[in-house]
């Protein structure tokens, strides 16, 4: 084969490599190729803290959505049952404030308790802040850390219909929801500040991650981290 002929091939190897790159694997979503389309992360509305022992370890499996009780049930189950050494979560996210308040629950418990997502779960959303309270963190190869663009609001119709309602209640409306989005960044950058995680996983990852589909350009809305990124951001601290 000459030289050109070798130049060529080369190039259509490349090419294919990348296309397969922009393509969602089996069992992917298309529109978020890093994530499962079919996210393991339970229906329970509201997350439930069921304590169970495992190879004589008492774990608690914290599976559902972060909901605004969810602080003094977790802090409450911790009291009564100090001997748990891990919390397993799944949850498709819920109350951003609460999943703060939930993680520091964790922090503060007189024990150095692991937070783990195992291997074929998801912590999507408010998910992620209670699994970071953890000291010791471990996602597992095959689980799915999946972050999004943290808003007040991912509904486009409140503002559609702000919109029908006059300019006063639009601005009123998007003045709000400004607000309240520039306090939960602030919030959040405290929380990863306090909880060890690098603060670039707010800037690199979760803030560019679009909160709403557009009709044009990156339709992606979540984003799961390699086990690479988990550790380089810190938010994974003990290998899987």
Request: glycine share 8%.
């Amino acid at each position: 084969m000459n030289m050109k002929n070798i130049i060529k091939t080369a190039i259509v190897a490349a090419s294919l490599l990348t296309m397969g790159t922009t393509e969602a694997a089996p069992g992917m979503d298309p529109d978020n190729p890093t994530c499962p389309l079919t996210p393991n992360w339970s229906t329970n509305t509201t997350m439930e803290l069921t304590p169970k022992v495992i190879d004589g370890t008492k774990v608690l499996f914290a599976e559902g959505a972060v909901d605004a009780g969810l602080p003094d049930r977790l802090r409450k189950m911790l009291a009564d049952n100090p001997d748990i050494a891990e919390i397993w979560l799944r949850s498709p996210g819920g109350v951003a404030r609460a999943g703060n308040e939930a993680g520091r629950v964790i922090r503060e418990a007189d024990a150095l308790i692991i937070t783990r997502i195992p291997q074929g779960w998801t912590c999507f959303s408010a998910c992620n802040f209670v699994f970071m309270g953890g000291r010791a963190r471990i996602v597992e190869p095959g689980a799915h850390f999946m972050v999004h663009m943290f808003t007040m609001t991912n509904d486009r119709n409140a503002i559609n219909y702000s919109i029908e309602m006059g300019t006063d209640s639009t601005v009123g409306l998007i003045g709000e929801v400004e607000q309240q989005s520039a306090l939960l960044a602030t919030e959040d950058n405290d929380f990863l500040i306090r909880m060890g995680v690098s603060r670039k996983l707010l800037s690199e990852v979760m803030y560019r991650t679009n909160a709403v589909k557009t009709d044009e350009g990156d339709r992606s809305t979540r984003r799961c981290l390699t086990d690479e990124e988990a550790l380089r951001y810190n938010v994974a601290n003990v290998g899987g």
